[in-house]
């Protein structure tokens, strides 16, 4: 959810006409030690910068220049029509993920409640405040682990029917249909293909138009994005309804997907949820579930088919777990105990491409921080390249190493895909599970190669490879 956060930036392209002059910051005259930076043009600031960075596979360098030239722990400057201070490096990052509602809050653009409107009229950041407390409930462990075997026979059941026919493929759609499948089936106990089809294509629909201009007209790609988003919510509403009645009727479990725990749990003035407050939010989570998860699947693609060696060791180690396993048997926890490097060399690519750049916050109060004056009101940005390609956390930053995860792994706030502190990504070991499900099942049964030696990744605002990294498959002679 926290690529929601840049839905509205393209709109500040028709505004770069409008520039004039520079823009100058209220209360820079104050004479408080605000951080050293540039706050851009008037209206658009440096948001084109920032974005252009990103369309041409460099996110990084935005960030990495500016720390150089202004400062290495903040800088100043102005994203989406907002005064902000960017907070860099391990410590930048300690203060937001660890001050939640003290000093910051979690900022989401008044856009994002067009395509997510609450029934009780209460704002995304509140919603996301409830589901925060929600879904460790869950996700907890003990559902986690009965999720493996569903995921692996998901996976191999993807791999049948839209790898093993073809001699090439296009590995992001895919990897999207297959984290897709997995969301419908696990968060609504929806698996049928024809079912999840009425599924995706409003959904594509709905992804696309949340990162176009936000102008709610006719024919818009913003307006289709808010009419699927009405078309899923229907469907899903529709299997609410039907849920209920199972459940009164005892043909549903309380405990088999995330739509039963919704329905069933109160919140902490016992109250239950409105059907379409639940339907809101199972729509965020498919969403949410299944970005992230589909990009990383799609790096790791690439990066094995980059670097033989790197496949060798996967390989290795997942052929070993499938010789303890008889045949038909499905993963289990302690196979999935067992994948360490495979995780290491995932947790590698999460730190050279995180799906989530970065994620806004708003100061609540005046504060000092390294003797800077951040004022209550301006935005704080943290960047995962502040610490992800920083040479002074990660040795060598451009090399894929996988060992650098070995032991204790990286120092704390300096690895931060998932976010941190209480906004720490909630599904983080859901993702985890899914992606070396299928790591587990792709290794064993194809190697490849990438079709395309040079591929450009474009940021807008989570990357991918710019035609969806097609591949040529090679199955071993064994499967």
Known sequence: MAALLLLFSLSLINLLLLIVKPYKSKG??????????????????ESLDFLSNGWK?????FIMERMAKYSPIAFKTSLFGARTVVMCGAPGNKLLFSNENKLVTAWWPDSINKVF?????????????????????????????????????????????DWATKKEVTVFPLAKMYTFWLACRLFISVEDPDHVAKFSKPFEVLASGIFSIPIDLPGTPFRKAVNAAEEIRKEIRAIIKQRKIDL??????????????????PDEDGKYMQEMDVADKILGLLIGGHDTASITITFIVKYLA?????????????????????????LNWEDIQKMKYSWNVACEVLRLAPPLQGAFREAITDFMYAGFFIPKGWKLYWSAHSTHRNPTYFADPEKFDPS???????????????????????????????ILAFMHNLVKRFKWEKLLSQEKIVVNPMPI???????????????
């Open 28 to 45: 820079q005259s104050s004479g408080n030690n605000l951080p050293p930076g540039r706050m851009g043009w008037t209206f658009i600031g």
């Open 57 to 61: 596979g460099q996110p990084q360098r």
């Open 117 to 161: 409107p609450s029934s009780t009229q209460t704002s995304s950041n509140h919603e996301m405040k409830k589901m925060r407390k929600l879904l460790p409930q869950v996700l907890r462990a003990e559902a986690l682990h009965r999720y493996i075997g569903i995921m692996d026979s998901m996976a191999q059941r993807h791999l049948d029917a």
């Open 248 to 265: 009164a009727e005892k043909r549903a479990s309380p405990t088999q997907d995330v739509l039963s725990h919704m329905l069933l749990t």
């Open 306 to 330: 980059d670097l033989p060696h790197v496949y060798k060791q996967v390989f290795n180690e997942q052929m070993e777990i499938a010789r303890s396993k008889a045949p038909g048997e499905l």
């Open 404 to 434: 650098r995860f070995e032991g204790n792994g990286p120092a704390p706030y300096t690895f931060v895909p998932f976010g941190g502190g209480p906004r720490m990504c909630p599904g983080k070991e859901y993702a985890r599970l899914e």
């Open 465 to 479: 490879p710019e035609k969806g990294l097609p591949v040529r498959l090679h199955p071993h002679n064994s499967c």
